[in-house]
């Protein structure tokens, strides 16, 4: 399985600012995604991150608010602009990795996002 | 479409069984499991795929039922690692590279 780094790991941020995660996996992978998870709440999916071409976001997050960019195989930033307390989440990079026909699906160690 | 699981919470002893199903209403390409720890991000359980292929975890098995679009997740013999929270991932459609939609969750307790 593919090995994914996040950073920072958690971050406090004061409203109106914006923070960047970056995610870095050790291998090159074709699909990458950026989930959030609200407190206790599931796994929600804020877009596809693609290589060479604008992100494709999900119904209810678009580019200003959560800009993205994917300039190689192993890389992609998260950008959460325009900090509110709502924006207080878990932020997840996940990657499809193995191939074939299972391609599972890993998450990366999350960034912890708390707007004061 | 979200998934849909069941049940939401779990309470369990060392030892004991468990199910949990996750019911979809589109048609799927494949269901993934995960369990996720407090403060942690969530690990992959196993994979199912339409067609009865599956891929995983050697102590935790799971069904996958493609006339109803359900699966099951069955933890036997419980012990305390396996407390936390399980989701299921579906991936829809007949690519398997298409994104995963998460169901709400299933908190997972064991007790000594």
């Known amino acids: 399985s593919a090995v994914i780094s996040q950073k920072p790991s958690r971050d406090i941020c004061q409203r109106g600012t914006s923070l960047t995660i970056q995610c870095q996996v050790d291998s090159q992978v074709t699909m990458m995604f950026w989930y959030r998870q609200q407190p206790g709440q599931s796994l929600t999916l804020i877009a596809t991150a693609n290589q060479g071409s604008e992100a494709t976001y999900e119904s209810g997050f678009v580019i200003d608010k959560f800009p993205i960019s994917r300039p190689n195989l192993t890389f992609s930033t998260l950008t959460v602009s325009n900090l509110s307390p709502e924006d207080s989440s878990i932020y997840l990079c996940?990657?499809?990795?193995?191939?074939?026909?299972?391609?599972?699906?890993?998450f990366g160690p999350g960034t912890r996002l708390t707007v004061l | 479409q979200q998934p849909v699981q069941s049940p939401q919470a779990v309470i369990l002893r060392e030892g004991e069984d468990a199910v949990i199903n996750c019911s979809s209403s589109?048609?799927?390409?494949?269901v993934h499991w995960y369990r996720q720890k407090h403060g942690e991000a969530p690990v992959f359980l196993m994979i199912?795929?339409?067609?009865?292929e599956q891929k995983g975890h050697d102590k935790i098995s799971a069904s996958f039922n493609e006339k109803k679009q359900q699966s099951s997740l069955y933890l036997t013999a419980s012990q305390l690692s396996y407390s936390g929270t399980y989701f299921c991932g579906t991936r829809a459609g007949g690519t398997s590279y298409g994104k995963l939609t998460f169901g709400q969750g299933t908190i997972l307790t064991v007790h000594p």
């Open positions: 199912l795929l339409k067609g009865g």
């Open positions: 996940s990657v499809i990795s193995g191939g074939g026909s299972y391609n599972e699906q890993f």
């Open positions: 589109k048609a799927l390409y494949s």
